[in-house]
């Protein structure tokens, strides 16, 4: 099993996971052109993809989502609440799958389990991906943790975990009051110590990979999120991982 990223971040998020012969895309905010040519630093074309799973319908997650479909034929999963937050780019899709947000449910030889999170969308999921041995938990666009979460992200082997801003560069910026709100607010997206937080209360014993994604661009820095995190966990700063927005990150492999 292995999972690489094309870019991740308000401008557009979109993560690769592999198992044997299946692939498939969690979410894709990206044009068609910057996908073909994102999956291509990676050895993908569009023709290989089994489908795409998506968490919400926030901008950075889908539009790139009905060209791909629809050019290529791919598949897409996502709940009743998501589809009908975004009614106009899955009306025209024909092959639709509606997953309930609690039910495991598997496409070809990758296992997902979906859990619900608190985030400014219909019926926001985020997911586990498995491949029957190891465990990638993702976790962004999220306000605040929950039991739930700590529970479903628990055992691990990767994690790609949201570290959207700094408490104290998302106060002193020039963004809108009601802005800071949202994306402080409880349905709004994981603060740096939240994050790490959130991890300290995870069993991390099987840990392989720990990637910060999600990370605002104005209110973040890579060091700042690294930091929270491998304070959390005593490891090095640089064994953390950064999703960057332009590049992502490369192949990780699960062994
Ligand atoms: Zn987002
Ligand atoms: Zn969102």
Redesign the pocket.
């Known amino acids: 099993m292995r999972f690489a990223c094309l870019g991740s971040?308000?401008q557009g998020?979109s993560l690769v996971i592999e198992v044997a012969r299946t692939r498939l895309l969690l979410?894709c905010?990206f044009t068609l052109k910057e996908v073909i040519a994102r999956l291509s630093r990676l050895g993908l074309h569009p023709d290989m993809l089994d489908g795409i799973v998506i968490?919400?319908e926030?901008g950075?997650?889908i539009s790139g989502v009905e060209q791909l479909a629809r050019r290529f034929n791919v598949p897409v999963w996502l709940t009743y609440g998501t589809m009908r937050g975004a009614k106009r780019t899955f009306s025209m899709l024909p092959r639709i799958n509606i997953i309930d947000s609690h039910q495991r449910f598997s496409i070809g030889d990758i296992e997902i389990e979906p859990y619900p999170v608190p985030h400014d969308a219909h019926e926001p999921t985020q997911f586990i991906f498995s491949d029957g041995a190891f465990r990638l938990g993702v976790l962004?666009?999220t306000g605040c943790s929950t039991t739930h979460i700590e529970t479903v992200l628990s055992r691990c082997h990767a994690l790609v975990l949201e570290c959207n801003h700094d408490a104290q560069l998302l106060a002193s910026s020039n963004y809108p009051q009601s802005l800071k709100q949202r994306i402080g607010g409880r349905l709004g997206?994981l603060e740096n110590t939240i994050s790490a937080k959130l991890l300290a209360n995870l069993d991390c014993s099987l840990l392989q990979h720990l990637i910060a994604a999600?990370l605002s661009k104005i209110n973040n820095t890579p060091i700042l999120a690294q930091s929270a995190l491998s304070s959390t966990i005593n490891c090095d700063l640089d064994w953390i991982g950064v999703a960057d927005q332009s590049t992502g990150f490369d192949w990780r492999q699960l062994i």
């Open positions: 971040g308000s998020n979410d905010g968490t919400h926030h950075d997650h962004t666009d997206h999600h």
